[in-house]
Nanobody, 122 residues
Framework: QVQLVESGGGLVQAGGSLRLSCSAS????????MGWFRQAPGKEREFVAG????????VYADSVKGRFTISRDNAKNTVYLQMNSLKPEDTAVYYC???????????????WGQGTQVTVSS
């Protein structure tokens, strides 16, 4: 079992930065693929970034490439999302999720955090 808690959201002006953290509990954390997802009001939840437990190259949605960076520290059981050059369209509730499969996508997420609000003013 994996339990996830996000933090680091807040209100920021366009062009600013935020760093989100996802703290995980569970001895299987290092074996889990981790992803960040977001959902704006009236919109479907969408993939933002993913990173595998064994390492390798992270994957990003086209909308955030070059601006967001996902990383993980297995020793600290924590996954991060560094968000730079934020835009108003980045406003959403951000969730981290853990996948036990090869795919870091919404249908394959086994555990979700509670979410943290990110608001980017224009």
């Amino acid at each position: 079992q994996v339990q996830l808690v996000e933090s680091g959201g807040g209100l920021v002006q366009a062009g600013g930065s935020l760093r989100l953290s996802c703290s995980a509990s569970g001895r299987t954390f290092s074996r889990s693929g981790m992803g960040w997802f977001r959902q704006a009001p009236g919109k479907e939840r969408e993939f933002v970034a993913g990173i595998w437990g064994s390492g390798g190259t992270p994957v990003y949605a086209d909308s955030v490439k070059g601006r967001f960076t996902i990383s993980r520290d297995n020793a600290k059981n924590t996954v991060y999302l560094q968000m730079n050059s934020l835009k108003p369209e980045d406003t959403a509730v951000y969730y981290c999720g853990a996948s036990d499969s090869l795919w870091i996508s919404i249908p394959n997420i086994n555990y979700w955090g509670q979410g943290t609000q990110v608001t980017v003013s224009s």
